[in-house]
């Protein structure tokens, strides 16, 4: 058995050279220690929980949120895959869950496939449905589209995308983003109720062709994936981005009355900082 590591407190508690990613090379695979829980939980608003990867590397170490209304739960993303979601959600799965993808970067549905209810838009389909966006965890084995990403986001390529192991016997070298195959697809104006709750999906291009946000006009709950987050570039200039359509997407985002809005990455933040990362942009692109 591989050296245990304590349950991965919260992101603001863990710094990033807590997490291994210092500029000396990392240690082989089979120093790596097993971590007790792979994904660190929280509640962040009555009926919602953030649930992140703290163990992988800052770039793709992406938020889902947990949903619940009073008939059933929204998974909105669900990480890169490499530790089980749905066993370490557990009993807090008691409704029937309605999982989806925001987009397409495989930080965001790598664990969808964990869930027979897997909705995503059909514009995203195709590198879904293939994984042809897929990620591996070392550096001699990423691909060309994970490559690209680095570059255009301006990270260094990194030696690993993981600085602990979820299980015992986990074979990083192996690892490879699993297809899934989406059951409901999304579109435009399309309502996701679960009881008491509902959301309205927007299509919001531009950080990938099907990128969606979720709306609940009644609440201002804004769940935005990677169109709109604090702390971290907007991104218009990936494979597959469009700059003009995530403008576009940017500005109908600026006219919602939000209270609160739930990010791809980073913190939850409301009004007054989303109008402000929106004018940053705008701003940057002048």
């Given at each position: 058995m591989r050296p245990a590591v304590a349950d991965a407190p919260g992101r603001a508690e863990l710094?990033?050279?807590?997490?291994?990613?210092?500029?000396?090379?990392?240690?082989?695979?089979?120093?790596?220690?097993?971590?007790?829980?792979?994904f660190d939980v929280s509640d962040v608003a009555d009926g919602v929980l953030r649930v992140t990867e703290p163990y992988v590397h800052p770039y793709v170490r992406a938020n889902?949120?947990?949903?619940?209304?009073?008939?059933?739960?929204?998974?909105?993303d669900a990480g890169l895959g490499i530790g089980s979601l749905r066993a370490e959600l557990g009993d807090r799965l008691d409704l029937p869950v309605i999982a989806i993808a925001t987009h397409s970067h495989f930080d965001h549905f790598g664990g969808l496939g964990e869930f027979p209810d897997r909705a995503a838009n059909r514009d995203d389909g195709d590198v879904i449905e293939q994984a042809s966006d897929y990620v591996t965890l070392t550096a001699d084995t990423?691909?060309?589209?994970?490559?690209?990403?680095?570059?255009?986001?301006?990270?260094?390529?990194?030696?690993?995308?993981?600085?602990?192991?979820?299980?015992?016997?986990?074979?990083?070298?192996?690892?490879?983003?699993?297809?899934?195959?989406?059951?409901?697809?999304?579109?435009?104006?399309?309502?996701?109720?679960?009881?008491?709750?509902?959301?309205?999906?927007?299509?919001?291009?531009?950080?990938?062709?099907?990128?969606?946000?979720?709306w609940e006009a009644r609440s201002g709950t804004l769940v935005s994936g990677d169109v709109l987050v604090d702390g971290e570039p907007?991104?218009?200039?990936?494979?597959?981005?469009?700059?003009?359509?995530?403008?576009?997407?940017?500005?109908?985002?600026?006219?919602?009355?939000?209270?609160?809005?739930?990010?791809?990455?980073?913190?939850?933040?409301?009004?007054?900082?989303?109008?402000?990362?929106?004018?940053?942009?705008?701003?940057?692109?002048?």
């Amino acid at each position: 058995m591989r050296p245990a590591v304590a349950d991965a407190p919260g992101r603001a508690e863990l710094t990033d050279h807590d997490r291994g990613w210092s500029p000396v090379p990392l240690t082989p695979q089979r120093d790596l220690p097993v971590a007790r829980r792979w994904f660190d939980v929280s509640d962040v608003a009555d009926g919602v929980l953030r649930v992140t990867e703290p163990y992988v590397h800052p770039y793709v170490r992406a938020n889902a949120w947990l949903i619940r209304g009073t008939t059933g739960l929204l998974l909105v993303d669900a990480g890169l895959g490499i530790g089980s979601l749905r066993a370490e959600l557990g009993d807090r799965l008691d409704l029937p869950v309605i999982a989806i993808a925001t987009h397409s970067h495989f930080d965001h549905f790598g664990g969808l496939g964990e869930f027979p209810d897997r909705a995503a838009n059909r514009d995203d389909g195709d590198v879904i449905e293939q994984a042809s966006d897929y990620v591996t965890l070392t550096a001699d084995t990423y691909p060309q589209p994970l490559l690209d990403e680095f570059a255009a986001a301006g990270v260094a390529v990194p030696a690993m995308l993981i600085s602990a192991l979820p299980r015992d016997g986990f074979d990083v070298a192996s690892f490879r983003t699993q297809a899934v195959a989406i059951t409901r697809w999304l579109a435009d104006g399309d309502v996701l109720d679960i009881g008491d709750r509902s959301f309205e999906v927007l299509q919001t291009p531009g950080h990938s062709p099907g990128s969606i946000c979720l709306w609940e006009a009644r609440s201002g709950t804004l769940v935005s994936g990677d169109v709109l987050v604090d702390g971290e570039p907007l991104l218009d200039e990936l494979p597959r981005s469009s700059a003009a359509d995530f403008a576009a997407s940017l500005r109908r985002l600026a006219d919602l009355p939000v209270r609160a809005v739930y990010g791809g990455h980073g913190p939850v933040f409301g009004h007054d900082r989303a109008q402000a990362i929106i004018a940053d942009y705008f701003a940057s692109r002048a």
